[in-house]
């Protein structure tokens, strides 16, 4: 089992920058595929991004590719997604998560945050 906790957001204007983290408790941080998701208004939650378990392998939304980066640190138990390029459609609350499969279904992460709130201005 693993605790997550995300911090990182805030308001932003567009073209601007962000980095969201997701400190995790416990010592199997390692033994999970993480992601990032989001879920915006009156939106059902959808895919942002995903690493492996060591961080050699990395997967995006079409959305976001070329403008966010998703990267982890198995030495402090902490993911990261450094977002650049923000658009107002970026706008969100943005989970991290973690399951023992490489996917993209929300359904097939087990554990999960409480969310952090971004908010990009036009």
């Known amino acids: 089992q693993v605790q997550l906790v995300e911090s990182g957001g805030g308001l932003v204007q567009a073209g601007g920058s962000l980095r969201l983290s997701c400190a995790a408790s416990?010592?199997?941080?390692?033994?999970?595929?993480m992601g990032w998701f989001r879920q915006a208004p009156g939106k059902e939650r959808e895919f942002v991004a995903a690493?492996?378990?060591?961080?050699?392998?990395?997967y995006y939304a079409d959305s976001v590719k070329g403008r966010f980066t998703i990267s982890r640190d198995n030495a402090k138990n902490t993911l990261y997604l450094q977002m650049n390029s923000l658009k107002p459609e970026d706008t969100a609350v943005y989970y991290c998560?973690?399951?023992?499969?490489?996917?993209?279904?929300?359904?097939?992460?087990?554990?999960w945050g409480q969310g952090t709130q971004v908010t990009v201005s036009s």
């Open positions: 998560a973690a399951s023992t499969e490489i996917t993209t279904s929300v359904n097939r992460y087990a554990y």
């Open positions: 690493i492996n378990w060591i961080g050699g392998s990395t």
């Open positions: 416990g010592r199997t941080f390692r033994s999970y595929v």
